[in-house]
């Protein structure tokens, strides 16, 4: 069974950057689509970016497209999230996530997705 494990978020002040890791603590993730997902408080769940298996082809979510990059390093077991540019809003619990399968387009629906984890805060405030 595949375990997930979020790292990386803190508290920062408006206009700098972030990056989130996504690492496998079981199992490899080179076979699964991963997404990042957010969820302020009070609201629903949704998604921020993802990176299909094959091809690494990723998607955007429009709040935050040229602001995040969504990477893989399948060597090391990781996905990232490069945050650039972060604003208030974009404070949340950030979650990764896998869809199994070698595709070369990911998806932005969480019924499609096995796998979780835990979360790591970013608050972004001046």
């Known amino acids: 069974q595949l375990q997930l494990v979020e790292s990386g978020g803190d508290l920062v002040q408006p206009g700098t950057s972030l990056t989130l890791s996504c690492t496998a603590s079981s199992g490899t993730l080179d076979v699964y689509g991963i997404g990042w997902f957010r969820q302020a408080p009070g609201k629903e769940r949704e998604a921020v970016s993802c990176?299909?298996?094959?091809?690494?082809?990723?998607k955007y979510a429009d709040s935050v497209k040229d602001r995040f990059t969504i990477s893989r390093d399948n060597t090391k077991n990781t996905v990232y999230l490069q945050m650039n540019n972060l604003k208030p809003e974009d404070s949340a619990i950030y979650y990764c996530?896998?869809?199994?399968?070698?595709?070369?387009?990911?998806?932005?629906?969480?019924?499609?997705?096995?796998?979780w984890g835990q979360g790591t805060q970013v608050t972004v405030s001046s």
């Open positions: 990176i299909s298996s094959l091809d690494h082809n990723t």
């Open positions: 996530a896998a869809d199994w399968g070698p595709e070369r387009v990911c998806q932005f629906r969480r019924g499609l997705y096995e796998y």
